[in-house]
């Protein structure tokens, strides 16, 4: 099957860039991209079906490096800090999972949002409970979502109602991962949810399948002052946070941190050294008043910088707006700190949402771009009607779709070359 496409694409790159490809078309053959070719005769092309999407943006698929699927129907309705917010609002949202119907309509709610948003790859936290996951890894299947997903780990600290048995957690993972490690585009990601929900015993546990398994980790670091306190008094034999996941060796290329808004110089060091991957969510950052981390300084200094929703922290699924947050709390950033070069600019917060993440996450042979021999997976947006009509400069798109906040919603999607939504 040959389908054409046309439109304004805009393609990010990995140094950063944003090319524009205005009035283009690309071919894809059985989902791969045959072809990319600005003003193509249409009748010298063998296709099967034509897209004419004329003057609207198609961006490649956005990749979400870490949400929450059980808290989406939490968006906006919490309040207070991370540890009060999830004690009174996500503990017991996640404790109704253990309901089959709920888990599965909640489930199915969070990704046909997440897909109608552009997303196409995402790295998640499902709930605590078993069959909650599973539940998870099936609707993400059968949505041909690219999915990362974990079963949070939660032996201490938390509420009876949903705490877990260390022993009984760890036949969960291999059960889980059992049938759903690198199945269609699942994988399973060991998720030790943050050191105050893990003993030492699940901890060191979950390096060691880490380190024999292969599994990408992800966990939360550093998100805020109260939590770094409790840590302390936690881990007291630990010179500081990051370091007690160091100890349980989860520090890996293929570890995923989210926040890691209060890291000292020595665990910035760290990190860069291990390679790992940060998850950046300056929504939730601001949601729950945790802090702004220094995305600009981080990715200067050469660390692995991605964006996360962290839905329900996050109060949206939209990829378009992470990048655009991530950009506005740059800028009070610079201007609090009188640092003027610590801006994030559009282009690199939108190749942060697509080819860099699919970089950490080792498939940007596949995903990421428009590249000739890479899987179409696409999101097609529409501008608003002002900048539709106004002669916008090329390198202008890329801001006038961003900042599109009253259309977060996509036209269409595309996994692998088929059409998986339309409006
Ligand atoms: N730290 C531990 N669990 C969570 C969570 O669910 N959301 C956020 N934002 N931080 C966390
Ligand atoms: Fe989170």
Redesign the pocket.
Known sequence: MRKLIKGIFLNPKTDYSVEVLNNYCILINNGIIEKIEKDIEINEIQFDVFYDFEDKIIIPGLIDLHT?IP?FRAIGIGKGE?LEW?NDY?FPLEAKFSEKNFAVDSTELFFKDLISKGTTTAVM?SSPQKQACEIAFEIADELSVRSFIGL?LMDRNTPDMIIQNTEQVIKDIFSIADKWHKRNKCEFVLSP??AL?CSDELLRRVGEIAASDGFFVQT?LA?SKK?LQEVKLQFPEVENYTSVYDKYNLLTSRTIL??CIYLNEAEIEKIRDRNCIIAH?PT?NKF?RSGIMQAKKYIDCGLKVGLGT?VA?GYSLSMLNEGMEACEVSKLLSVQNDEPNIVIEADTAFCLSTIKAAEYLGISEEVGNFEIGKKFDAAVFELAEVHKSAELKEEEYLRALMYNIDKRTAKSVFIDGNLVYHK
């Open positions: 929450h808290q991370l999830l996500i936290y949070p949810r943050f929900s939360h998100e939590e989210a926040h969510c939730s729950l962290d922290a």
